[in-house]
């Protein structure tokens, strides 16, 4: 069983930056590949970035291709979501997703892929 924490949301200018961070508790979060997604208000959840457990592999949604980056810290049980030169239409509830996969790579875009979830942080870019 893992929980899952997200901070470091915010209101930021077109442009600036965040750091959102999620915070998973169990002993075995080494063994979980973590994704970031996303919801904007009256829209579907979408894929913004995954990692696999090792850290090694690492997939993004096109729309934030080298503006985001994701990483890990397995010692400390955390993964990350680096966020460059926002933009308004990435404003959202940005949630944290965990699976359960012994694969050294295996990551997923799919929601649906994601047995746990974190509550959500709200990230608000003004134009």
């Known amino acids: 069983q893992v929980q ?3 901070s470091g949301g ?3 200018q077109a442009g600036g930056s965040l750091r959102l961070s999620c915070a998973a508790s169990g002993p075995t979060f080494s063994r979980y590949a973590m994704g970031w997604f996303r919801q904007a208000p009256g829209k579907e959840r ?3 970035a995954a990692i696999s457990w090792s850290g090694g592999n690492t ?3 096109d729309s934030v291709k080298g503006r985001f980056t994701i990483s890990r810290d397995n010692a ?4 990350s979501l680096q966020m460059n030169s926002l933009k308004p239409e ?3 509830v940005y949630y944290c997703a965990a699976v359960h996969n ?3 790579r295996y990551i997923s875009n799919n929601a ?3 047995n746990y979830w974190g509550q959500g942080t709200q990230v608000t870019v003004s134009s």
């Open 90 to 92: 990435d404003t959202g």
């Open 10 to 12: 915010g209101l930021v």
């Open 46 to 48: 979408e894929f913004v």
């Open 102 to 104: 012994l694969n050294i």
């Open 112 to 114: 649906a892929g994601y």
């Open 76 to 79: 400390k049980n955390t993964v």
């Open 4 to 6: 899952l924490v997200e």
């Open 59 to 61: 997939n993004y949604a």
